[in-house]
């Protein structure tokens, strides 16, 4: 069983991990497609005053509108460097990063994985990522794997 106490922030890779990846172009731009129970979870997360952050290689105004939806506030979009945002976060928030889950699915998303206390991903996820992190979602990406981490975090923390 994976030790959730004492983690106070959900960090999360958006396209593959609250997406499933796929990119649908419209002449509007970038289209993305969420899941409801992702975002139930989430809702539930943020209404106890957890930290959710979203960590993105791209910044779409899909994902800003959905941020806004969930109401979360910490977004570090358009950045390569994962690893280096995760460790802004936590230090804005006053944390270290092992008290940090980052949730991802691609190579990029490694670094990061492995600055959090805990590195989890769906199981869609690139196969090297899986054999890294310490949860492995039965959801795919965008398929509720959010929810099945947010669901361990209620059952398992003590925050406040």
């Known amino acids: 069983m994976i030790q959730l106490k004492g983690i106070k ?6 396209d593959g991990v609250l997406t499933d990846g796929g990119l649908y172009y419209s002449p509007e731009g970038v289209v993305q497609k969420f899941n409801s129970a992702d975002g139930a979870g989430i809702i539930e997360l943020r209404r106890i005053g957890f ?9 779409f105004p899909a994902t800003r509108r ?3 939806d969930l109401g ?9 460097g994962k690893a280096a945002a995760l460790e802004n976060i936590c ?5 270290e990063c092992e008290a940090a889950i980052f949730m991802g699915d691609g190579l990029m998303d490694l670094p ?6 805990i590195g989890a991903c769906p199981s869609s996820a690139h ?10 979602t039965t959801s795919a990406g965008g ?7 947010v669901d361990m975090l209620l059952e398992n923390l003590e925050y406040g």
């Not at 922030?9 to 958006?14: E, I, N, P, Y």
């Not at 979360?72 to 390569?80: K, M, P, Q, V, Y």
């Not at 990061?112 to 206390?117: E, K, L, N, P």
């Not at 196969?127 to 492995?136: A, N, S």
Request: with cysteine.
């Open 127 to 136: 196969p090297r990522v899986r054999t890294e992190c310490d949860i492995v």
């Open 91 to 95: 230090r804005s928030l006053s944390i």
């Open 143 to 149: 398929e509720g794997a959010v929810r099945e981490v």
């Open 66 to 68: 959905r941020a806004a």
């Open 51 to 59: 930290p959710v952050a979203l960590v993105s290689f791209r910044d």
């Open 72 to 80: 979360i506030e910490i977004l570090c979009l358009g950045t390569d």
């Open 112 to 117: 990061a994985i492995r600055s959090a206390g």
């Open 9 to 14: 922030l959900l960090a999360l890779d958006v």
